[in-house]
């Protein structure tokens, strides 16, 4: 009578979380396919095309610099007032968009996420790249100003690597508190919306931050996109344009908290999703 040997499954405990991120690299390719496949999907069968990505932030730019520029008089810091407005709108845009992005994105995959294993956290982060595409794009405009009002940038241009690095890390951040907590509680659809609308009154995009008055300014700059915004212009404009230390420092210090929770919070709840969604 044949005898079968009995093959013993051992599962070591922790094994899974130290093979996760070299799972991210390993999963790259469907990195790439899934952020290729939205840019596609966001302009198809789109009469203009990859122009809505110029055709938005323009207009804002123009109802800002009329309101905040020309009716409310604001100092632009002896630079053009569009150039101002739109080197804010490059990083606010961009992390609009991201959030945006984000929220919906485990939704909108849930029957890839319910048949496959991967990292989920591929998902949030190709959606993030499907927003830089968007800021990469709407960059002509400001070279286009920039030309329009024989603009040339300071040597501080050489600095915006970083605080894009910066800008990346809020995105990033938020989008995966956001993506972790619409698939749990579907009325973030809902308030994503409503917090890019607030954020964009709350944040320095169509004036400057040095217009807060000095015993606020830190206060002000709990907002970790303040310290964003103000970087971009600090490293994009010349003129008077000047960082406030104290509030870049604490919007930093944010920064980092929101992206380290983010990752701590999708991680946390990431192995829900197949069930949840």
Same mark, same amino acid.
């Given at each position: 009578?044949?005898?079968? #040997?009995?093959?013993?499954?051992?599962?070591?405990? $922790?094994?899974?979380?130290?093979? !996760?991120?070299? #799972?991210?690299?390993?999963?790259?390719?469907?990195? !790439?396919?899934?952020?290729?496949?939205?840019?596609?999907?966001? !302009?198809?069968?789109?009469?203009?095309?990859?122009?809505?990505? =110029?055709?938005?932030?323009?207009?804002?730019?123009?109802?800002?610099?009329?309101?905040?520029?020309?009716?409310?008089? =604001?100092?632009?810091?002896?630079?053009?007032?569009?150039?101002?407005?739109?080197?804010?709108?490059?990083?606010?845009?961009?992390?609009?968009?991201?959030?945006?992005?984000?929220?919906?994105?485990?939704?909108?995959? +849930?029957? =890839?996420?319910?048949? /496959?294993?991967?990292? @989920?956290?591929?998902?949030?982060?190709? +959606?993030?790249? /499907?927003?830089?595409?968007?800021?990469?794009?709407?960059?002509?405009?400001?070279?286009?100003?920039?030309?329009?009002?024989?603009?040339?940038?300071?040597? @501080?241009?050489?600095?915006?690597?970083?605080?894009?690095?910066? +800008?990346?890390?809020?995105?990033?951040? $938020?989008?995966?508190?956001?993506?972790?907590?619409?698939?749990?509680?579907?009325?973030?659809?809902?308030?994503?919306?409503?917090?890019?609308?607030?954020?964009?009154?709350?944040?320095? /995009?169509?004036?400057?931050?040095?217009?807060?008055?000095?015993?606020? @300014?830190?206060?002000?700059?709990?907002?970790?996109?303040?310290?964003?915004? #103000?970087?971009? @212009?600090?490293?994009?404009?010349?003129?008077?344009?000047?960082? !406030?230390?104290?509030?870049?420092?604490?919007?930093?210090? =944010?920064?980092?908290?929101?992206?380290?929770?983010?990752?701590?919070?999708?991680?946390?709840?990431?192995?829900?999703?197949? #069930?949840?969604?």
């Amino acid at each position: 009578m044949p005898t079968h #040997d009995k093959t013993e499954l051992i599962i070591e405990a $922790g094994r899974t979380e130290k093979q !996760y991120w070299k #799972d991210l690299w390993s999963y790259r390719e469907l990195f !790439y396919f899934l952020a290729w496949r939205d840019i596609l999907v966001r !302009y198809k069968q789109t009469a203009i095309g990859v122009a809505w990505a =110029l055709i938005q932030p323009f207009l804002t730019m123009v109802v800002f610099t009329v309101v905040f520029g020309q009716l409310a008089k =604001l100092p632009s810091q002896g630079v053009p007032y569009p150039i101002l407005v739109f080197a804010a709108m490059l990083p606010w845009q961009f992390f609009a968009n991201s959030l945006s992005g984000c929220s919906n994105s485990l939704i909108s995959n +849930a029957n =890839l996420i319910s048949k /496959v294993y991967f990292p @989920r956290l591929i998902i949030p982060a190709s +959606a993030v790249i /499907v927003s830089f595409v968007d800021f990469m794009i709407s960059g002509m405009i400001l070279l286009a100003l920039m030309i329009w009002y024989n603009f040339v940038p300071s040597w @501080r241009i050489i600095t915006l690597p970083m605080f894009m690095a910066i +800008a990346f890390a809020a995105a990033m951040g $938020g989008g995966l508190w956001l993506a972790a907590l619409n698939v749990k509680y579907r009325d973030f659809r809902y308030v994503v919306p409503f917090i890019v609308q607030f954020g964009l009154y709350i944040s320095p /995009v169509g004036f400057s931050s040095s217009i807060v008055p000095k015993e606020w @300014r830190l206060l002000y700059s709990l907002n970790p996109m303040v310290g964003v915004i #103000d970087g971009f @212009r600090w490293a994009i404009l010349k003129g008077n344009v000047q960082i !406030y230390w104290p509030g870049f420092i604490l919007s930093l210090g =944010l920064v980092i908290l929101l992206f380290a929770s983010g990752i701590w919070y999708f991680r946390k709840t990431e192995r829900t999703f197949a #069930d949840v969604i």
